[in-house]
């Protein structure tokens, strides 16, 4: 290790007395300017990955869907899934490290991943469009030279674009070509050919409005726009030219506000959707004759997509394992008529994503998504092969054209992250070859009234779950109180879980009737106050 050369570096990034950062699914994340130590150690980490593993490691910088003066930043493992859980704690040590035990704490991991510094390394990185995000980008590269390592800078890209040109690169352009432009014509070449295949094809479609949420994937779906004409007709709000990112727009703002986002002229019955800052997320919308709003979240999502994976598996004949991974979030309607009316089966992984992904990559076809509009759909290997064989052997031409939509959805499918892009054309592929309208789509099934809430504890670390999160072991009478309560109404459901990054206890309630999902959720929230070291004033009612 090139020690002077990274101690000099190290200097020119100080780390900030007494910060402590840890690590967790969405990498780190805080205020843009406690994060330039953090870049530049990260920098270094990427650099001893890629020794490790010999392949290429990505780095990130964004913070997703949090406000315009955060950052962060998030480090991508070979095949474009997100860092091995085993690697978080190297680095949240790292970022954590006085300048003092930088030294002893790359030493330390050197040695335990017995990693040979002579081995050649080369990392990707990407940025968003934060005001912070470039200088962020160079503390990063700092970082990486210092270990004189290869790097290349692929500037501003939404988040699932840099996991899938680190997947390219790593298979050798078998997953497709490594560059922003490779990821438009391999989507775009996979949507125009599905959606041909429709009896109803036009040469003009209805236009889908996209609130941009003012950040990276207003770039890019501009940039990819000319490659879906005339076969989608699109309209961009919140594009970034005025608005602040994330500001009272984008996919979180929707889906938790329940409301439209501002800045997007919404006509009755018109399909809408939105990313959120950095392209991973997406959640549909519209307003009715009667100005009422209808979200269509991750759970209507996910079932869209595996219904419509399901009908093309009975035609093609092949008996597949297939299954939807959920999280506790997920609306108990959703996984009702999953179950009971598709017959497919559907598991329930902790919140976070990468615990969904792992769980979807024990089946030959998993399709995972958060209530949140973060998920894809994971094909095996040998689910690959089998479809692309029946392209050439089906059947039937019913069978071989089956197939071949089949082959077009796994080509147009991001399978390394959740991707708003390829997720918003999946989605209005599918509603084009079925003739759904976005009414059509949502009246599937319907969602039970639910309620999310938050209590300000002392210490979050009072509660502990199990059962993906479902039930709570601590503290002790804080689940059979939540039990007694759950009967008090009808179809309903309740859980709390301990935030990731604050001393607060999320709650989420579920029943017949909002009101009802309303007065549960206040009462367990009084449980949650009373038993876990509820700070300051005791939850109101909800009016």
């Given at each position: 290790?090139h020690?002077?050369?990274?101690?000099?570096?190290?200097?020119?990034?100080a780390k900030?007395?007494?910060?402590?950062?840890?690590y967790g699914?969405?990498?780190?994340?805080?205020?843009a300017e406690?994060?330039?130590?953090?870049?530049?150690?990260?920098?270094?980490?990427?650099v001893?990955?890629?020794?490790?593993?010999?392949?290429?490691?990505?780095?990130?910088v964004?913070?997703?869907?949090?406000p315009?003066e955060d950052?962060?930043?998030?480090?991508?493992?070979p095949?474009?899934e997100?860092?091995?859980?085993?690697w978080?704690?190297?680095a949240?040590?790292?970022?954590n490290?006085e300048?003092?035990e930088l030294?002893?704490v790359?030493?330390?991991?050197i040695?335990?991943?017995?990693?040979?510094?002579?081995?050649?390394?080369?990392?990707?990185i990407?940025?968003?469009?934060r005001?912070?995000?470039?200088?962020?980008?160079?503390a990063?590269?700092?970082?990486v030279?210092?270990l004189?390592?290869?790097?290349?800078?692929?500037g501003l890209?939404?988040?699932p674009?840099l996991?899938?040109?680190?997947?390219?690169?790593?298979?050798d352009?078998?997953?497709?070509e490594?560059?922003?432009?490779g990821?438009?014509q391999?989507?775009s070449?996979?949507?125009?050919?599905?959606v041909k295949?429709s009896?109803e094809?036009?040469a003009?479609?209805?236009?889908?409005?996209?609130?941009?949420a003012?950040?990276?994937?207003s770039?890019?779906?501009?940039?990819?726009e000319?490659y879906?004409?005339?076969r989608?007709?699109?309209?961009l709000?919140n594009?970034?030219?005025?608005?602040r990112l994330?500001?009272m727009?984008?996919?979180?703002?929707?889906?938790?506000?329940?409301?439209?986002p501002?800045?997007?002229?919404?006509?009755?019955?018109e399909?809408?959707c939105s990313f959120?800052?950095?392209?991973?997320?997406?959640?549909?919308?519209?307003?009715?004759?009667g100005?009422?709003?209808?979200?269509?979240?991750?759970?209507?999502?996910?079932?869209l997509i595996?219904?419509?994976?399901k009908?093309?598996?009975?035609k093609v004949g092949?008996e597949?394992?297939?299954?939807?991974?959920q999280?506790?979030?997920?609306?108990?309607s959703?996984?009702?008529?999953?179950?009971?009316?598709?017959k497919?089966p559907?598991?329930?992984?902790?919140t976070g994503?990468k615990?969904?992904?792992?769980?979807a990559q024990e089946?030959?076809?998993?399709?995972?998504f958060?209530?949140n509009?973060?998920?894809?759909?994971?094909?095996?290997?040998?689910?690959?092969?089998?479809?692309?064989?029946?392209t050439?052997?089906?059947?039937?031409?019913?069978?071989?054209?089956?197939?071949?939509?089949?082959e077009?959805?796994?080509?147009l499918?991001?399978?390394?992250?959740?991707d708003a892009?390829?997720?918003m054309?999946?989605?209005?592929a599918?509603?084009?070859?079925?003739g759904?309208?976005?009414?059509k789509?949502n009246?599937i099934?319907?969602?039970?009234p639910n309620?999310?809430?938050?209590?300000?504890?002392?210490?979050r670390k009072?509660?502990?779950?199990?059962d993906a999160?479902?039930?709570?072991v601590?503290?002790p009478?804080?689940?059979?109180k939540?039990?007694?309560l759950?009967?008090k109404?009808?179809m309903?459901?309740?859980?709390?879980?301990?935030?990731?990054?604050?001393?607060?206890?999320?709650v989420?309630?579920?029943a017949d009737t909002?009101e009802?999902?309303?007065?549960?959720a206040?009462e367990?929230?009084?449980?949650v106050?009373?038993?876990?070291?509820g700070?300051?004033d005791?939850?109101?009612?909800?009016?």
């Amino acid at each position: 290790m090139h020690l002077e050369s990274v101690l000099r570096s190290s200097a020119r990034h100080a780390k900030p007395a007494g910060l402590t950062l840890q690590y967790g699914t969405a990498g780190f994340r805080t205020k843009a300017e406690h994060l330039d130590h953090v870049m530049h150690r990260m920098g270094l980490l990427a650099v001893l990955r890629s020794k490790k593993t010999k392949f290429i490691i990505g780095v990130m910088v964004t913070a997703s869907h949090n406000p315009e003066e955060d950052n962060g930043v998030k480090l991508v493992d070979p095949m474009g899934e997100m860092l091995v859980q085993e690697w978080e704690i190297y680095a949240t040590n790292l970022a954590n490290a006085e300048e003092h035990e930088l030294q002893t704490v790359l030493t330390n991991i050197i040695k335990q991943e017995a990693i040979n510094m002579q081995d050649e390394s080369s990392v990707a990185i990407g940025r968003d469009t934060r005001p912070s995000s470039e200088s962020l980008s160079l503390a990063v590269i700092d970082g990486v030279t210092a270990l004189e390592s290869k790097y290349q800078d692929y500037g501003l890209v939404t988040t699932p674009q840099l996991h899938y040109i680190v997947c390219c690169r790593n298979t050798d352009g078998r997953y497709g070509e490594p560059s922003v432009e490779g990821y438009y014509q391999k989507l775009s070449k996979a949507f125009n050919d599905l959606v041909k295949q429709s009896p109803e094809c036009q040469a003009e479609k209805e236009c889908l409005s996209i609130d941009g949420a003012n950040g990276i994937g207003s770039l890019k779906i501009k940039e990819m726009e000319r490659y879906l004409q005339p076969r989608l007709s699109l309209q961009l709000f919140n594009d970034g030219s005025n608005g602040r990112l994330n500001y009272m727009c984008g996919a979180d703002y929707v889906k938790v506000q329940q409301k439209p986002p501002e800045g997007i002229d919404m006509k009755p019955n018109e399909r809408c959707c939105s990313f959120d800052g950095d392209a991973d997320r997406i959640v549909y919308y519209y307003k009715d004759s009667g100005d009422g709003f209808h979200l269509l979240d991750g759970d209507k999502i996910a079932t869209l997509i595996s219904t419509f994976i399901k009908e093309l598996l009975v035609k093609v004949g092949l008996e597949l394992n297939m299954a939807v991974v959920q999280t506790a979030y997920a609306n108990g309607s959703s996984t009702r008529y999953l179950e009971e009316v598709m017959k497919v089966p559907v598991y329930c992984a902790k919140t976070g994503v990468k615990h969904l992904h792992h769980k979807a990559q024990e089946f030959d076809i998993g399709v995972y998504f958060e209530a949140n509009g973060h998920g894809t759909v994971l094909f095996s290997k040998t689910a690959e092969e089998q479809i692309r064989q029946l392209t050439k052997t089906g059947a039937s031409e019913e069978s071989r054209k089956a197939a071949q939509m089949l082959e077009n959805v796994i080509n147009l499918i991001n399978q390394t992250v959740g991707d708003a892009i390829s997720d918003m054309l999946v989605i209005e592929a599918i509603l084009s070859l079925k003739g759904l309208t976005i009414q059509k789509w949502n009246e599937i099934y319907t969602d039970l009234p639910n309620r999310q809430l938050k209590v300000t504890v002392a210490d979050r670390k009072v509660i502990d779950t199990t059962d993906a999160e479902r039930r709570t072991v601590k503290p002790p009478g804080l689940q059979e109180k939540i039990d007694d309560l759950v009967k008090k109404y009808n179809m309903s459901r309740a859980f709390v879980r301990p935030s990731g990054t604050e001393d607060v206890v999320r709650v989420y309630a579920e029943a017949d009737t909002q009101e009802n999902a309303d007065a549960l959720a206040h009462e367990v929230c009084l449980a949650v106050y009373h038993l876990a070291g509820g700070v300051g004033d005791q939850p109101k009612p909800l009016r």
